[in-house]
């Protein structure tokens, strides 16, 4: 088989997030080098071996990799097929340095939640204007790594706190065209970012980006229903072009903003 190299590589408009990087390779194997960040890796075809702290490591399709930064490590395709990955390179505020030690002891994670997560940030990422939701799957997925290399127990149920999720409503509520990021929003009320996210989905059966998402919706029928052309509607909305507006337009409404504006107004035109 050929030598394959196929690569995608981004820097997302998401605090933490330093790179992601998806690749599909054959033939190619790493030496021995090393990160600033944490390397979050997930692998949908195939598998990679590697060496870290001269022990070895293997990732089988059901595993999260956790590699921590500045230590030594290699990779290389299991069968001549090669591997298909993901990779999501984070910063030191997502995971301390005080916790490299216990990654180094156990870096590949069996955890099904947790790799659900993971691609679901993926496939968040690479869709540009869903920033809330990428920062909330984010910081759910740094307390779930953070539980791993602590003392490998699960997360607890999460504590209610209806005072909160009401204080990032009424913040959502001010903000539905600029939006809020999560890490502001966990500074203006004083909360962890994903404790605030657990107790508004615990309030509401919301997640907080569902909840925005909603509101720019039913702020782009009014809109729509004015008249205004749906290119328009979608940065009058705070969505980041039309085609954001239309993927949760037609998500939310069952049509596109054009079918729903112009059906709309030929109604009102019989009648």
């Known amino acids: 088989m050929a030598a394959r190299q196929e690569v995608s590589a981004w820097r997302p408009a998401v605090r933490g997030v330093v790179e992601v990087f998806h690749a599909h390779f054959t033939g190619y194997a790493y030496p021995m080098h090393v990160h600033e960040a944490w390397t979050l890796l997930i692998v949908d075809d195939g598998a990679v071996r590697y060496d870290l702290d ?3 490591h293997g990732t089988p399709h059901d595993t999260v990799s956790l590699l921590p930064p500045h230590v030594p490590h290699n990779g290389s395709p299991v069968t001549s097929d090669g591997f298909r990955k993901r990779v999501l390179y984070l910063d030191g505020g997502v995971l301390g340095e005080h916790l490299i030690g216990a990654a180094v002891d156990a870096p590949d994670l069996r955890d099904p939640v947790l790799r659900r997560r993971v691609g679901q940030l993926h496939s968040t990422l690479a869709r540009p204007g869903d920033e809330l939701e990428a920062d909330s799957r984010l910081a759910l997925i740094g307390e779930r790594l953070r539980v791993h290399l602590r003392d490998r127990r699960r997360a607890g149920p999460p504590r209610r706190d209806p005072a909160l999720a009401r204080r990032l409503r009424e913040l959502l509520d001010e903000r539905v065209v600029e939006g809020l990021a999560l890490e ?9 970012p994903a404790h605030l996210v657990r107790a508004f989905s615990g309030a509401y059966g919301i997640a907080p980006h ?4 909603a509101r720019r919706v039913d702020l782009a029928r009014r809109l729509l229903l ?4 749906p290119g328009e509607v979608a940065a009058a909305a705070g969505f980041y072009d039309q085609a954001h507006l239309t993927r949760h337009f037609r998500k939310l409404v069952g049509v596109t903003p054009g079918r729903y504006g112009g059906g709309e107004r030929r109604k009102s035109s019989a009648r």
């Open 226 to 229: 004015d008249g205004r052309p």
């Open 210 to 213: 569902q909840y925005l998402t």
């Open 184 to 192: 502001e929003a966990a500074g203006l009320v004083r909360a962890h």
């Open 54 to 56: 001269r022990h070895e």
